[in-house]
C-alpha cells in the first residue's frame, strides 16, 4: 500500500513540475513579444508626439 501512495504522490509531483515548465515555456516567449509590442508602440508614440 506505501508503494501505490507514493508512486501516486511521485507522479502528481512529476505532473505539476510538468505543467509548471510549460506554463513557463509558454508565458515567456509571450512576455517578449509584448514588452517588443510596447517598444513598438513607444517608439511610435515619440515619433507621432515628436513630429
Known amino acids: 500500500m506505501p508503494d501505490m ?3 501516486v504522490l511521485k507522479h502528481l ?3 505539476n ?6 506554463t513557463a ?3 515567456v516567449p509571450f512576455s517578449v513579444k509584448a514588452q517588443n509590442d ?3 508602440w513607444d517608439r511610435m508614440i515619440r515619433l507621432n508626439t515628436v513630429s
Open 5 to 7: 501512495n507514493l508512486s
Open 13 to 15: 509531483i512529476l505532473r
Open 17 to 22: 513540475i510538468g505543467a509548471v515548465l510549460l
Open 25 to 27: 515555456v509558454f508565458s
Open 38 to 40: 510596447g517598444n513598438e
